[in-house]
């Protein structure tokens, strides 16, 4: 069964820094993995998609690696914002034990950028 | 514009009583999901529909079923809510499946469900 854990569970930094979440999956075959934010009572937006071909992605501030073979995929966000405080997910997709595909989430890393 | 809208956003229901939560979207995506994400955890995924073909979690409890009348929508339905089922349920859409190149989720805003 597919675990993903994501560390450190909350983080806060302040204005200007640059920063890294870590996302770890137990199963390495998977299809695609995936960076979401999550606003506080509100849906996921995604950030950004990894094909398990890709080794990053990027889109503008955010750069979003995958080591597939190792299991982990950070996500690299640079001069954080206070704008950027938000919870982020990471999912990965993967062919479950009954051959459905199942997109997995991790409990998420709660960001907190300090003006 | 709206691309996935999940009526209501808050919903309060009372112990036993059953309640249905509704999506609708304007993707036309053939896929809708809905998970269920409780305070500080992961979203949980729930089950499925790849158009008509429904498809459910083996974890998910019998008092949760869905019904997807047409593209646009989809209803989670829950029997005979308990006190554990208070949690935000969030409704998202594909194009495709998990598997193909590309593709991506996109989720509504949820409905935060409590109960009495």
């Known amino acids: 069964k597919q675990e993903v854990t994501q560390i450190p569970a909350a983080l806060s930094v302040p204005e200007g820094e640059n920063l890294v979440l870590n996302c770890s999956f137990t199963?390495?075959?998977?299809?695609?993995l995936q960076w979401f934010r999550q606003d506080p009572g509100k849906g996921l937006t995604s950030l950004l998609l990894i094909q398990s071909s890709q080794r990053e992605q990027t889109s503008g501030r955010l750069n979003a690696s995958l080591d597939k073979s190792s299991g982990r995929s950070t996500l690299y966000i640079a001069a954080s914002q206070p704008g950027d405080s938000a919870t982020y997910l990471c999912a990965v997709s993967y062919a479950s034990d009954t051959g459905r595909r199942a997109l997995t989430f991790g409990s998420g890393t709660r960001l907190q950028v300090q003006p | 514009d709206a691309m996935v809208i999940q009526n209501p956003r808050y919903q309060v229901t009372q112990f036993g009583k059953p309640v249905t939560l509704s999506c609708s979207q304007t993707l036309n995506h053939n896929v809708m999901y809905w998970y269920q994400q409780k305070s500080s955890q992961a979203p949980k995924l729930l089950f499925h529909y790849y158009d008509k073909d429904f498809n459910n979690e083996a974890d998910t409890p019998d008092n949760f079923q869905s019904r997807r009348p047409n593209t646009s929508f989809c209803f989670l339905d829950i029997r005979s809510p308990g006190l554990g089922d208070a949690a935000m349920y969030l409704c998202?859409?594909?194009?495709?499946?998990?598997?193909?190149?590309?593709?991506?989720?996109?989720f509504g805003p949820g409905t935060r469900l409590l109960v009495l």
């Open positions: 199963d390495s075959a998977i299809y695609n």
């Open positions: 998202a859409t594909s194009r495709g499946l998990a598997d193909r190149k590309g593709e991506t989720q996109y």
